[in-house]
């Protein structure tokens, strides 16, 4: 196959990732953790170059195990994305799909945000506010509504 022949899924962006190969796999674990925290979902592919040119890798049942076990150990909370092996310009890579509604999400112990195709590292400050703005307003009990009415109020209890 030509250079011109080859596949090309474009350009990466805010929910989609490429990686060269499953060498690259830590990397690919704090994007799909930065992706989750922007986006509470998004794909990535192994075996395709960051400008989308699709180059395959050897997909075998213990690299589809290893993308798995690696998600599973390394992302909090946990998610449990699809993998799959497709075949691209008739060559291998590893699809890996994902979503998650249980932000923010760590991956070794950092929390990223994408940022166009860059993963970024969240500051405390950053966290902290994240987390505040992400908490289910619906939840808190300030936000809460009682079921009593103007007349169970005590107003001798009141003044006290």
């Known amino acids: ?19 060269r ?10 994007s799909i953790c930065a992706i989750l925290n922007k986006h509470q979902c ?19 049942e213990e690299s589809l195990r290893e993308v798995s076990q690696k998600i599973k150990n390394f ?4 998610i449990y994305p699809e993998i799959s092996k497709v075949v691209l310009g008739g060559r291998d890579c590893i699809h890996v799909k994902f979503s998650g509604k249980q932000i923010p999400y760590f991956a070794y112990n950092v929390a990223r945000i994408r940022v166009a ?38 107003e001798k209890l009141l003044k006290k």
């Open 1 to 19: 196959m030509k250079e011109s022949d080859d596949m090309n899924l474009g350009i990466e962006t805010e929910t989609l990732e490429f990686k």
């Open 21 to 30: 190969s499953t060498g690259e796999l830590k990397e690919a674990v704090h």
């Open 42 to 60: 998004g794909e990535l592919y192994f075996g395709v170059k960051t400008d989308g040119t699709v180059i395959g890798q050897v997909v075998t």
């Open 75 to 78: 992302i909090e909370p946990r």
């Open 117 to 154: 195709d860059e993963d970024l590292v969240m500051s405390r400050e950053e966290i902290t506010s994240f987390l505040l703005k992400t908490e289910d307003d619906g939840n808190r009990w300030e936000n809460l509504t009682s079921n009593k009415t103007i007349e169970d109020v005590d």
